[in-house]
């Protein structure tokens, strides 16, 4: 029995040290990706530089080279990463490179967003004068409305486009339709009170508005107002988004957390749960959930 029970210690010794290697040895995302990333983000937010932007869009597109030769990309996260910079590019070399990195970056961790690589795709036949087939790109000719850039409808399938997390032919023409409605925003803009833009979007015909009422935009609308330091009205917009649009998850999230930074914890509390039940895998709303109680 001794000369069975011995290897048997051994092997398991040897399987336990070995797993810890390989924890040891586990590649971390680079860091330094991570900040180009992040710098990509921030030039392109509020007011937009674009002779700034493009300058730094070309530094930063020559370090992910040195880096890529100096074979420092090696995460899914760092090819996405690097993706994005080449997606930010002016040629078909560089959105060659955002297809093959992001290509890599799926490769290497197949639960990652496709988007990316659809968007790479479509901008790289874009460039080469060949039309798109996802459907990503989108365009507005000076003084005119927006328009879906010219698209091949018959090389993808609608089923392929949700696999890629883009949206259908038909989402893609009532995105365009939205595109070319006003912004609240530009109420806003002219002087109108929340309430007094709250009161013309209920007065009119909600499912044909003039505005642009999408879930994300209004969401958009009322953290704008939140960074103004304005809360009550944020309150106010975050509250007409879960009036129309009662399914959505997100909208009763953002009103939660509005809701708390105005210290209406019982109200804030049934928000969260209005969210947790529309999406039981809402982490944001189970960990605020658990923390108010």
Known sequence: MKKIILPAIIIGFISCNSNNALAQEKVEDNRELIEIFKSDQA???NHIDWSIVQKNDSLREARVYELLDSNKVITSAD?????????HGEDSVAYGMAVKLMRKSIELDSTRSKWLLAAAIDRDLLSRNKPQ?????????????????????TKIT?????EYGVETLAQQREKIKNLNRKKLTELYEEGKSIDE???????????????????NWLNNFGYQLTREGKIKDALKIFGLNTELHPNAYNTFDSYGECLLKLGYKENAIKAYQKSLELNPENK???????ELK
């Open 43 to 45: 030039d392109r937010t």
């Open 79 to 87: 090819y996405n990463n690097a993706a994005i910079v080449f997606q």
């Open 133 to 153: 087939i996802y459907g990503t790109q989108y365009r507005k000719p000076k003084g005119q409305p927006w328009v879906l850039s010219e698209i091949d409808t």
């Open 158 to 162: 609608d089923a392929e486009r949700i």
């Open 197 to 215: 833009i709250i009161q013309i979007v209920k007065q009119g015909d909600i499912k044909n508005s003039l505005y642009d009422l999408r879930e």
């Open 284 to 290: 944001n709303a189970e960990k605020v959930l658990s």
